[in-house]
C-alpha cells in the first residue's frame, strides 16, 4: 500500500535511490503496525467507532517530536484551508 512513499522516503532520507526490497518491505510493514495500533488506541479512547484529530493528539501528547509535528501539519492544513476559501471567493465570488 504504502511502498512507493516508503521508498521515496527512504531515499529523502538519504537511502539509496533504490532501496532493497526487503528493506521498503518492513518499513512499510512497521508503518502499517504503527497505523493500526494507534487507530485501536484511538478508537478506544474517543467516541466508539469514530476515530477524531483529538485522540491522536491526545496520544501522542508525551512524544515531543510527534506533537510538535503534528502541531504543524495541523497549523498548515489550516492555513491552506483559509488560503483555499480565500482564492475560492476571489474567482467566484461568494
Keep these: ?3 512507493s512513499a516508503v521508498r521515496c522516503m527512504m531515499y529523502g532520507f538519504g ?5 532493497y526490497t526487503e528493506s521498503v518491505d518492513i518499513l512499510e510493514d512497521l508503518v ?5 495500533e494507534m487507530t485501536h488506541k484511538a478508537m478506544s ?3 466508539q467507532g469514530r476515530v477524531q484529530v483529538e485522540d ?4 501522542i501528547r508525551k512524544d515531543p517530536r510527534k506533537f510538535a509535528r503534528v502541531k504543524d501539519l495541523l497549523t498548515m492544513n489550516e492555513e ?3 488560503a483555499r476559501k ?5 474567482n467566484y465570488g461568494s
Design 86 to 90: 480565500a482564492f475560492d471567493e476571489a
Design 45 to 47: 479512547i474517543g467516541r
Design 32 to 36: 502499517i503496525e504503527f497505523i493500526t
Design 1 to 3: 500500500v504504502f511502498l
Design 80 to 82: 491552506l484551508k483559509r
Design 15 to 19: 537511502d539509496d535511490q533504490n532501496p
Design 56 to 59: 491522536i493528539v491526545f496520544l
